[in-house]
Each structure stands twice: as C-alpha cells, then as structure tokens.
C-alpha cells in the first residue's frame, strides 16, 4: 500500500485515500459528485445565455427534456451554481434559481400557492396573491423559477385519485404560468420527459415564449460514457485502481441502466462495499453481483433514447458507439 502513487485519483483526494479511515473515506463516497453527460455542459450554456441576455425585455422560457435520471433536475441546480459563481467572481449580488416540484394535480389555485411558497411570498393580510408572487419575484430579482417535472400536468390524472383532469384545468394552470411571465418578465424553466413535448408545443401562447430547448439524452456505450466512468472513479478515494473505462464494465453498465443518476448510484454503492471489504476496487464482477438483475430492460432503454431523441429535432450530436477493438 505504502509504494501507491495514487494517480487513479484526482489530485484533491489522494491524501484521504492514503491516510484516511474507513468511515472517512465512506463519507467522501457518500458526498454528492456532479459530473454528467456532456449534453448537461451544454444546456447550461444556453440557460445561462437566456438568463443573462434574453429576458428581461420581454416574456421567455426554457425547457429541458430528458427521461428520468438524465439529469433534468441537476442541471437546474448547476445553472443556480453557476450564476452564484459568477456573481462571486464579479463582485455582483447573486440572482437566485428557484426549483421546486408543484402538485401539478390541475387546481390554479393549489398551483398559485405553491409558486408564491417556492418564492416567498405570504398572501398574508388580504393581498392578492397573484400580485405580491409576481412582486416578490421581481423584487428578489430572480434569475429563473423552475417548475420540475411539468408533464405531470399532462398525464390527465391526479395523482392522489387517478381521476381526470378535464382539460379547462389544465388550460388554466398554463395560463397562470404565461400570466406570471408576462408580468414578471423573469425566465421561467421548466423539466419534462420527452412525451410530454407535444403538449407543450399544443399551447401556443406557451410555446412561443420558449427560447431555449434543452435535451438530455441518455447514456450508451460510446466513448462520452467511457470518460464519464472514468471522471466518476477519480472523485472516489479507493486505494487500487478500478479501471471503470474498461469497455467491458462501459458495456455492461449500458446494457443495465441508461441513467446517470442509477449509474452514479451503483458505482457508489460498489465504491461503499470495496472499502468496507478490504477490496479497495471495484471490478465488474463486485458490480454484478450487487445488481444481478438489469434496472431496465433492453427493449425499455432502447424505446426511452428513442424518445428522447425525437422529442426536439435539434438534439445535441452523440459521439459514436465504440467498436470492438477500441480500447479507451
């Protein structure tokens, strides 16, 4: 142990790796690590291009489509992340993002309450509640409201009594949405899965307020995921090298999931288990036996990278699949 130079890691974690205790170095796994697709990089680019230079003047939006575990949410959190850096970086008061997941069960006024509770407005005294949230956002100054998972919206059911949602409601949700843009003239984001497009796209007046379409695809087996294991095992502080780049371990966790959140779990939980077994490494062989049966069938994450990509017709390019004798 003592001869290990450690280079597997990144430079920041060697020395927990080298001297750190069990418990240390479980809690280090345990930490939350952002890295994503690359389709996440790029998304956050153009949020924090509407944010900065395409609202302000006149009612706009964004959209990020992507099934679950792709990274919707994240993404979001990243461009709070980024904006409060760069308010840092530049001496300026931080704009704050606001995310919050709303009942979305097709009552305006539920849907009101939970927008002005996300943005802290009270209703106290009488106000109207419709004009203290839309002053509230303007007085804090927001750089974005996000509403996450709006295809709930458009399931046509709610969620608690699998009734209906006749579609006047559901009229009347978007239409304080688009009334809170309009008068805000804050950006307003939004996460759906890829069905739930055309829905958006049917309310014209919504639509037409979107200048930004985000799409995240799902992993495969090509040479972005191949790096993206690899970033994943040098933020571990595992004393031997797992070799997770290995077309192998890329192939077989492909074939399993095609979430980063699933995979960044499994990777954990298999970082978790090495170090309390005195393995220091997670080979593909500890992997499969911890998740012995696929989190998602062939057909099923073939049928969901199906729909991610034709959900917006100018999806970001993929990089191609690896080939057999391509050795990362």
């Not at 461009?79 to 840092?88: K, M, N, Y």
């Not at 037409?208 to 985000?214: E, P, T, W």
């Not at 074939?255 to 309390?276: D, F, H, L, P, Y």
């Amino acid at each position: 142990m003592d001869e290990m130079n450690f280079d597997h890691l990144n430079e920041g974690i060697r020395e927990l790796a080298r001297t750190g205790s069990k418990e240390e170095r479980i809690a280090a796994i345990n930490t939350k690590v952002y890295i994503h697709h690359p389709a996440v990089t790029i998304g956050l680019m153009q949020l924090k291009d509407l944010v900065k230079n395409d609202c302000g003047i006149r009612p706009c939006g964004g959209v990020i489509v992507g099934e679950p575990g792709s990274g919707k949410s994240e993404l979001v959190d990243a461009l709070g992340r980024g904006i409060a850096s760069d308010a840092e970086r530049d001496g300026t008061v931080a704009a704050e993002v606001v995310r919050f997941e709303p009942t979305l069960d097709g009552d305006p006024d539920l849907l009101l309450r939970e927008i002005a509770d996300a943005v802290g407005a009270s209703g106290a005294g009488g106000k109207d509640l419709f004009r203290e949230t839309a002053e509230q956002i303007k007085q804090r100054r927001l750089a974005a409201v996000c509403l996450d998972d709006l295809h709930d919206l458009f399931r046509q059911a709610n969620k608690a009594s699998r009734k209906e949602i006749p579609q006047w409601r559901v009229n009347a949700c978007l239409k304080l949405i688009r009334m809170l843009m309009n008068t805000t003239l804050v950006p307003f984001l939004f996460t759906m899965v890829p069905s739930a497009v055309r829905f958006l796209i049917a309310d014209d007046q919504l639509d037409s307020r979107i200048q930004k379409r985000v799409v995240l695809p799902l992993w495969g087996a090509d040479r972005d995921f191949v790096e993206f294991l690899k970033k994943l095992e040098r933020e571990f502080p595992l004393k031997r090298p797992s070799n997770l780049g290995r077309l192998e371990v890329a192939r077989w966790l492909s074939k399993n999931t095609k979430s980063t959140r699933v995979i960044t779990q499994m990777i954990r939980e298999g970082m978790r288990i090495a170090v309390m077994l005195d393995r220091e490494s997670v080979s593909l062989s500890l992997l499969k036996q911890l998740y012995p049966a696929a989190s998602m069938s062939s057909a099923a994450a073939k049928a969901a990278v199906k729909r991610t990509q034709s959900a917006v017709s100018d999806s970001a390019p993929t990089a191609g699949a690896l080939e057999d004798g391509f050795v990362p």
